[in-house]
């Protein structure tokens, strides 16, 4: 029976509503800080350098071509979106992938009444941390080596390049968050692959509305937690049961 393409996305809108329940809270805290950090360091960075750029070439560029300006701004604001969408997602997450990891258990807890473990206590969680920030650079690294091939096409094949690119932005943000439940739960990065792959419209359908909500002024603030708590629902209403296939 052929399933609703957007179900994907509809899991992130829930993992919105997830942030507000009690239990969670206290969960979403330093995410949501840390997302609040790196993107605005990342944005103000970024307009800072593209000022002093705009600087340059207004000392340097005759007067009748000052309409470049104009030109030059909506391209910076697609560049500083690209940026924020793929590098400084990754670095958000490789900085908060510990409590990423304690914010999904504790909203499987709230979704199903049962959690992957005990419970990770904070002592737990920094034993662990070099392991967990171990597996968050190979993900990264996964992400940056095929992004070089898939960018080139973006920019070089009209029309089909940048889809593929959307394509790819979409399915490397769906394994960076669904690697929470499904971390807690030992599998491995090959696994999750795998698994996701067999559910390829789901989460490019997920990963798609992230990349979209990420590009919302406020609300990129809070996707990264809200993505986490969405991943962790789609884990247990749609691939948990595949974890023995």
């Not at 798609?208 to 708590?229: H, Q, R, Y």
Request: hydrophobic share 55%.
């Amino acid at each position: 029976m052929p399933q609703n393409p957007l179900r994907g996305a509809f899991f992130l809108l829930h993992g919105f509503q997830l942030l507000t329940r009690p239990g969670l809270r206290r969960y979403v805290a330093v995410p949501l800080a840390v997302n609040l950090l790196v993107f605005g360091i990342g944005i103000w960075a970024g307009a800072e350098g593209f000022g002093r750029l705009m600087d340059q070439m207004q000392a340097n560029v005759p007067s009748w071509l000052g309409w470049l300006e104009w030109l030059l701004w909506p391209l910076f604001v697609l560049a500083l979106l690209i940026i924020v969408f793929y590098t400084f997602t990754l670095v958000a997450n490789l900085i908060a992938a510990p409590f990423n990891g304690l914010l999904a258990e504790q909203a499987e807890r709230i979704i199903t009444g049962r959690g992957p473990g005990a419970g990770t206590s904070w002592a737990e969680l920094l034993r662990e941390l070099p392991g967990v920030l171990i597996d968050e650079a190979r993900k990264i690294l996964y992400a940056l080596l095929w992004s070089l091939p898939f960018l080139l096409l973006a920019l070089f094949v009209p029309l089909i390049g940048p889809m593929l690119w959307l394509l790819f932005s979409a399915w490397v943000l769906a394994l960076q968050y669904l690697d929470f439940p499904m971390g807690n739960h030992g599998l491995k990065f090959r696994d999750m692959r795998y698994r996701l792959w067999r559910r390829l419209p789901l989460g490019l359908s997920f990963g798609g509305a992230v990349s979209l909500a990420t590009a919302i002024p406020v609300v990129n603030f809070a996707v990264m937690p809200a993505a986490v708590a969405g991943a962790t629902l789609m884990w247990c209403r749609e691939l948990e049961q595949q974890a023995g296939a």
